[in-house]
């Protein structure tokens, strides 16, 4: 194979006006972090209310939060990105429109609602399997006590509920991140546009493309960390625990 | 609302945008999943072994590719495919490999890694008294695993298979960033060409939802069926 390698093109300057092709990188890394982070508060936010509303005691209700998961999954994010940034200024009245193309960091903001939403279609899915996985007898156990049927789910069933898929979430959480990457699509410059963008400019392909693998592995084992303490800090003793959690609770 | 639209758009390049784009879109996701499907339970049965190198290979390279995104994926084949094809025919230039055959080691490759994780809880969802039953009847590894195991892992997985297929569907479309004209990058083009983006992609966007809500119906049928059968 003849490639000429030069590792050092990390300190060279890169014609972006960022300063060196490492700074690029981390441009990019801050981006993806930047995007992943807000997305990932909208899409609990959201995915919360409703994987709830899906094991709500009302048909209409539960079709409601299926229609919004089924719309949402059934979709590629690709597309998705390109509706709310070329499709949406259009659709709405030209003045909100207007405001919407001229508005700053504008794919930032169409990537984060984006992937928001998206995830939140998939987060709203593992609620509702944690809420289901509940015995019966909590929910009735909240009712006999004279708590409300949004007490029962803020004060018994939701904290219970999460804590059974925060593996599941965990995996969401490192879904999000390799998600963010989507949105060079819409012109966002995150880690991996970052990259191609190095590669553009310097013709070291695979040196740009091994650093940007690299810090993805570095967040993806720091977010599993971060989770897995998540996980055996909030573990309710002698109750749902991994095996992990198992050993440091008793 | 639509007043000033012009859905007339579709209708002047659907050919294109089914006989060129989606063709590419479905052969794509199909070659891609059968050699998924074969990669994957190899890599699950190298998981599962209990040879170190071979295990520690296997787990490195699944765990490798799930933690970075799809599109660094595709970008590390398309430009390390030509390279590695000159290294194995002996060329001194890269090789030159079309836009089909990069996507679908790219795809191959990348889905081998998802397919692999189910592959290998299909497998362990057999009791170990029916490898240890092969074993007594005098069959080999390989007798053993073609003959007992995968067969029933195989059957037991196929909802989820075709689940992870239908996500490959949907994975496919981010061929767009290398320009490929798979069914999102025919659409785009025609939009470009004809300033019809709200059109082309609320279009792209029906098509999406009607297919893959239709498959993942049908993938529920089957499901029924299959743990009828258990």
């Known amino acids: ?35 992943a982070i807000s997305a990932w508060i909208m899409a609990l936010i959201l995915g919360a209310v409703i994987g709830t509303l899906r094991t709500a005691p009302n048909r209409w209700v539960v079709r409601f939060g299926n229609a919004y998961v089924e719309l949402f999954r059934n979709i ?20 909100a429109g207007n405001w919407l193309k001229s508005m700053p960091h504008a794919s930032f903001v169409t990537a984060v609602v984006a992937l928001g939403f998206f995830t939140s279609a998939r987060v709203a899915v593992q609620v509702s399997a944690g809420i289901q996985a509940l015995s019966g007898g909590q929910k009735m156990a909240g009712t006999a006590l004279g708590l409300t049927l949004p007490q029962t789910y803020r004060f018994v069933l939701l904290p219970m509920a999460f804590r059974i898929i925060i593996p599941a979430l965990t995996n969401e959480f490192a879904a999000i991140i390799k998600n ?6 819409i012109g966002l410059v995150e880690l991996t546009a970052a990259a191609n963008s190095m590669r553009e400019f ?49 | ?69 799809l599109i660094m994926v595709i970008f590390w084949f398309y430009f390390l495919v030509p390279y590695i094809g000159a290294w194995i025919v002996g060329s001194p230039v890269p090789l030159q490999v079309g836009a089909f055959t990069s996507s679908l080691i790219t ?86 060409r004809d300033g019809r983006l709200v059109e082309m992609y609320l279009f792209v966007a029906v098509v999406y939802f009607v297919l893959c809500y239709g498959l993942s119906y049908l993938v529920k049928q089957l499901q029924q069926r299959v743990a009828i059968i258990r």
């Open chain 1, 76 to 95: 590629p994010l690709l597309v998705q990105m390109f509706l709310w940034y070329f499709v949406l200024p259009e659709l709405v009245p030209v003045e």
């Open chain 1, 180 to 185: 963010s990457s989507v949105a060079l699509t």
């Open chain 2, 1 to 69: 609302m639509f007043g000033n639209f012009d859905f007339d758009v579709i209708a002047r390049s659907w050919q294109y945008l089914f006989m060129t784009g989606m063709t590419f879109t479905l052969k794509l996701t199909f070659f891609a999943m059968v050699g998924g499907i074969v990669l994957g339970t190899l890599l699950a049965m190298m998981r599962l072994s209990s040879i170190k190198p071979i295990y520690l290979a296997a787990t490195g390279y699944v765990n490798l590719i799930r933690s970075i995104p």
């Open chain 2, 107 to 192: 795809f191959t490759l990348f889905e081998a890694a998802y397919y692999c994780e189910i592959m290998r809880s299909g497998i362990q969802s057999i009791p170990r008294g029916q490898v240890a039953a092969g074993q007594a009847l005098g069959m080999s590894y390989w007798q053993t695993m073609g003959n007992i195991v995968l067969p029933q892992a195989f059957r037991n997985m196929i909802p989820v298979l075709l689940t992870q297929t239908i996500v490959l569907f949907q994975d496919v479309s981010l061929v767009y960033v290398l320009s490929i004209t798979d069914f999102v990058g025919a659409a785009s083009k025609v939009a470009q």
């Open chain 1, 1 to 35: 194979m003849n490639y000429n390698w030069n590792w050092r093109i990390f300190w060279e300057m890169s014609p972006d006006g960022a300063g060196t092709y490492m700074d690029t990188l981390l441009m990019g890394l801050k981006w993806t972090l930047a995007t």
């Open chain 1, 202 to 250: 310097s013709f070291q392909i695979f040196e740009a493309f091994t650093a940007a693998t690299i810090l993805y592995l570095v967040i993806s084992a720091i977010g599993i960390m971060v989770s897995n303490w998540i996980e055996r800090k909030t573990a309710v003793p002698g109750f749902i625990t991994g095996a992990k959690a198992k050993a440091g609770g008793q």
